[in-house]
Protein backbone atom coordinates (compact mmCIF):
# COMPACT_ATOMS: atom_id res chain seq x y z
CA UNK A 1 0.00 0.00 0.00
CA UNK A 2 1.13 3.31 -1.11
CA UNK A 3 -0.16 6.56 0.74
CA UNK A 4 0.22 10.18 -0.82
CA UNK A 5 -0.89 12.90 1.63
CA UNK A 6 -1.74 16.19 0.04
CA UNK A 7 -3.75 19.50 1.47
CA UNK A 8 -1.74 20.89 3.33
CA UNK A 9 -0.60 24.72 3.14
CA UNK A 10 -0.52 28.19 4.84
CA UNK A 11 -3.64 29.27 7.34
CA UNK A 12 -4.10 31.97 9.58
CA UNK A 13 -5.29 31.51 12.92
CA UNK A 14 -8.50 30.34 13.20
CA UNK A 15 -9.16 29.01 9.81
CA UNK A 16 -9.51 25.54 8.23
CA UNK A 17 -7.74 22.89 6.17
CA UNK A 18 -8.54 19.79 4.79
CA UNK A 19 -5.99 16.96 4.23
CA UNK A 20 -6.33 14.17 2.03
CA UNK A 21 -4.45 10.85 1.88
CA UNK A 22 -4.94 8.79 -0.78
CA UNK A 23 -4.09 5.18 -0.91
CA UNK A 24 -3.04 2.84 -4.28
CA UNK A 25 -2.05 -0.79 -4.46
CA UNK A 26 -4.38 -2.10 -2.46
CA UNK A 27 -7.02 -1.32 -0.50
CA UNK A 28 -8.28 0.06 2.64
CA UNK A 29 -10.99 -2.52 3.94
CA UNK A 30 -9.61 -3.92 6.49
CA UNK A 31 -6.97 -1.20 7.85
CA UNK A 32 -6.80 1.38 10.53
CA UNK A 33 -5.89 4.70 8.89
CA UNK A 34 -4.20 7.49 11.91
CA UNK A 35 -2.65 11.06 10.95
CA UNK A 36 0.25 11.69 12.83
CA UNK A 37 2.39 15.62 13.44
CA UNK A 38 5.50 16.14 13.76
CA UNK A 39 6.99 19.64 14.91
CA UNK A 40 10.26 20.93 14.72
CA UNK A 41 12.83 19.10 17.09
CA UNK A 42 9.64 16.94 18.31
CA UNK A 43 8.45 13.41 17.93
CA UNK A 44 5.82 12.14 15.71
CA UNK A 45 2.44 12.40 17.93
CA UNK A 46 -0.91 10.78 17.59
CA UNK A 47 -3.47 12.85 15.70
CA UNK A 48 -6.79 10.86 14.55
CA UNK A 49 -7.73 7.58 14.24
CA UNK A 50 -10.49 6.05 12.21
CA UNK A 51 -11.12 2.00 11.79
CA UNK A 52 -12.04 1.32 7.56
CA UNK A 53 -14.99 -1.03 8.66
CA UNK A 54 -16.64 0.52 11.73
CA UNK A 55 -16.05 3.71 11.20
CA UNK A 56 -15.36 4.80 14.88
CA UNK A 57 -12.89 7.32 15.49
CA UNK A 58 -10.32 8.46 18.34
CA UNK A 59 -8.72 11.79 18.80
CA UNK A 60 -6.10 13.26 20.62
CA UNK A 61 -7.45 15.70 23.56
CA UNK A 62 -5.20 18.80 21.44
CA UNK A 63 -7.46 18.26 18.84
CA UNK A 64 -10.70 16.85 19.48
CA UNK A 65 -14.21 18.99 18.79
CA UNK A 66 -11.92 20.86 16.52
CA UNK A 67 -10.64 18.37 14.04
CA UNK A 68 -12.51 15.43 12.32
CA UNK A 69 -11.30 12.67 10.20
CA UNK A 70 -13.10 10.67 8.01
CA UNK A 71 -12.92 7.88 4.89
CA UNK A 72 -14.42 7.60 1.19
CA UNK A 73 -14.16 3.93 0.58
CA UNK A 74 -15.00 5.02 -3.51
CA UNK A 75 -12.06 6.85 -3.63
CA UNK A 76 -9.79 4.45 -1.07
CA UNK A 77 -8.97 7.65 0.97
CA UNK A 78 -8.77 9.44 4.07
CA UNK A 79 -9.44 12.65 4.87
CA UNK A 80 -8.22 15.06 7.83
CA UNK A 81 -10.59 18.24 8.58
CA UNK A 82 -9.40 20.32 10.59
CA UNK A 83 -10.87 23.66 12.03
CA UNK A 84 -10.36 26.41 14.14
CA UNK A 85 -6.88 26.01 13.58
CA UNK A 86 -4.35 27.13 16.11
CA UNK A 87 -0.30 28.19 15.91
CA UNK A 88 0.36 25.08 18.03
CA UNK A 89 -1.05 23.18 15.61
CA UNK A 90 1.92 23.75 12.82
CA UNK A 91 3.72 20.98 11.91
CA UNK A 92 4.36 18.33 9.26
CA UNK A 93 1.22 15.29 9.09
CA UNK A 94 1.41 11.93 8.38
CA UNK A 95 -1.45 9.43 6.96
CA UNK A 96 -0.64 6.02 7.86
CA UNK A 97 -2.06 2.58 7.67
CA UNK A 98 -1.84 -0.19 10.35
CA UNK A 99 -3.13 -3.66 8.52
CA UNK A 100 -4.16 -5.14 12.15
CA UNK A 101 -6.58 -2.53 12.76
CA UNK A 102 -5.82 -2.13 16.24
CA UNK A 103 -8.25 -0.68 18.30
CA UNK A 104 -7.27 3.15 18.87
CA UNK A 105 -3.52 3.05 18.14
CA UNK A 106 -2.20 5.94 18.69
CA UNK A 107 1.68 4.66 18.67
CA UNK A 108 3.70 5.45 15.48
CA UNK A 109 5.04 1.77 15.63
CA UNK A 110 1.65 0.29 15.16
CA UNK A 111 1.43 1.56 12.11
CA UNK A 112 2.86 -0.07 9.15
CA UNK A 113 2.27 2.54 5.94
CA UNK A 114 3.41 5.92 5.51
CA UNK A 115 2.39 8.76 3.60
CA UNK A 116 5.42 11.16 2.58
CA UNK A 117 3.88 14.26 5.09
CA UNK A 118 2.24 17.57 3.99
CA UNK A 119 3.20 20.88 6.00
CA UNK A 120 0.46 22.97 7.66
CA UNK A 121 1.66 25.82 9.13
CA UNK A 122 -0.35 28.19 10.90
CA UNK A 123 0.25 31.98 11.31
CA UNK A 124 -0.86 34.19 14.24
Known amino acids: VQLQASGGGVVQTGGSLRLSCAAS????????MGWFRQAPGEGRKFVAHIAWRSDSTYYADSVKGRFTISRDIAKNTVYLQMNSLKPEDTAVYFC??????????????????WGQGTQVTVSS
Open 96 to 113: AADYRATVMATDPWEYDY
Open 25 to 32: GGTLNSYG
